[in-house]
């Protein structure tokens, strides 16, 4: 057993329950955003947090132990997304980076935002020309320190 193998469970028993990640995080009592990543692999629960995922998605004791194990973060299949929605941001990063370093350096100056103290909301946005998607990113910014 893997930890790839409790995430593709929690997966499929989402799909088979109709389960919304909004729920999952309301009964855990954290962001649908951070528990989202955990039941992907991307965050570590603790004990009492893997044990309410464990009645959500019937995991044995096994299964809910990898929930507790600081996974491998950062791990896409390919170095190019080839998924549509995940390669748009890719795409975003290509075309906006720069411009996002650029921008962070002049008001803050040489450092990096922490994707370690960081937070974000993801909600619709109302639109008559069509819905959009509104993401409010915020990370604590990291200076470089010199030595």
Not at 31 to 46: H, P, Y
Not at 85 to 108: A, P
Not at 117 to 126: N, S, T
Request: with cysteine.
């Amino acid at each position: 057993m893997s930890r790839l193998e409790v995430t593709e469970k929690i997966i499929a028993t989402k799909v088979a329950k109709g389960i919304k990640w909004a729920d999952v995080a309301t009964e855990i009592g954290l962001s649908k955003e951070w528990v989202t990543a955990g039941c992907l692999g991307q965050m570590t629960f603790n004990d009492e947090q893997a044990g309410k995922l464990a009645k959500w998605f019937d995991l044995t004791e096994a299964e809910t132990q990898w929930l507790k194990v600081v996974p491998y973060k950062g791990s896409l299949p390919t170095s190019v997304p080839t998924d549509p929605l995940i390669y748009r941001f890719y795409e975003l990063i290509s075309v906006y980076g720069t411009t996002f370093k650029e921008l962070i350096h002049e008001e803050f100056g040489d450092g990096i935002m922490s994707a370690i103290d960081f937070k974000m909301d993801l909600q619709r946005e109302p639109n008559a020309a069509g819905d959009r998607v509104s993401i409010v990113m915020s990370g604590k910014f990291l200076p470089y320190k010199t030595y």
